[in-house]
T-cell receptor, first 116, second 111 residues
Framework: NAGVTQTPKFRILKIGQSMTLQCTQDMNHNYMYWYRQDPGMGLKLIYYSVGAGITDKGEVPNGYNVSRSTTEDFPLRLELAAPSQTSVYFC???????????????FGPGTRLTVL | QKEVEQDPGPLSVPEGAIVSLNCTYSNSAFQYFMWYRQYSRKGPELLMYTYSSGNKEDGRFTAQVDKSSKYISLFIRDSQPSDSATYLCAMKAGNNRKLIWGLGTSLAVNP
């Protein structure tokens, strides 16, 4: 199993440009998450999905959009990039059963994005 | 007040030291408590988890939860340079879909 994969690894964008960060998992997990991580600021949840076709906002959704057409893929779209979106972006997935548990999240390697 | 508080450090210790990492929280509904380890330029990975109160030991690592004080700890015995990483606490209540994360504590173990 590859686990959670993310592309690209690095990207530099100009202000106002758009891009899509790709995320794929091969563990048949129902839940998927997008986080951003800024130095000293921990992980901030951007969006999450509980299954194909279902997404919901996290703490910091402004400036981002997501879609989930399949179980495996959860792309994150940045429209009109701004310097405040310079960050490291992590995608994660987990299996959430009916009984509830600690629901280990498996993370991808991250995408380092710089907006100039 | 944040739901989860964690001192970001950095913490620097000599090899072989006992390390204590801590988080406090305010939500008494939290039941699942986790520690993730994140190496530089990598994604976080689950290190240990505990349900409700008590201790859990795994090799050189011990996780403790004190629900009465709303305080969790991770102890690392005989610390090694390979333990140098950022340690993030995370917690959730029952069937909640999201984890609540601490800021992470940066640890350097010096040979």
């Amino acid at each position: 199993n590859a686990g959670v994969t993310q592309t690209p690894k690095f990207r530099i964008l100009k202000i106002g440009q758009s891009m899509t960060l790709q995320c794929t998992q091969d563990m048949n997990h129902n839940y998927m998450y997008w986080y951003r991580q800024d130095p000293g600021m921990g992980l901030k949840l951007i969006y999450y999905s509980v299954g194909a076709g279902i997404t919901d906002k996290g703490e910091v959704p402004n400036g981002y959009n997501v879609s989930r057409s399949t179980t495996e893929d959860f792309p994150l779209r940045l429209e009109l990039a701004a310097p405040s979106q310079t960050s490291v972006y992590f995608c994660a997935s987990s299996y959430f059963g009916l009984a509830g548990s600690y629901n280990e999240q498996f993370f991808g390697p991250g995408t380092r994005l710089t907006v100039l | 007040q944040k739901e989860v508080e964690q001192d970001p450090g950095p913490l620097s210790v000599p090899e072989g030291a006992i390390v204590s990492l801590n988080c406090t929280y305010s939500n008494s509904a939290f039941q699942y408590f986790m520690w993730y380890r994140q190496y530089s330029r990598k994604g976080p990975e689950l290190l240990m988890y505990t349900y409700s109160s008590g201790n859990k030991e795994d090799g050189r690592f011990t996780a403790q939860v004190d629900k009465s004080s709303k305080y969790i700890s991770l102890f690392i015995r005989d610390s090694q340079p390979s333990d140098s990483a950022t340690y993030l606490c995370a917690m959730k209540a029952g069937n909640n879909r999201k984890l609540i994360w601490g800021l992470g504590t940066s640890l350097a173990v010096n040979p």
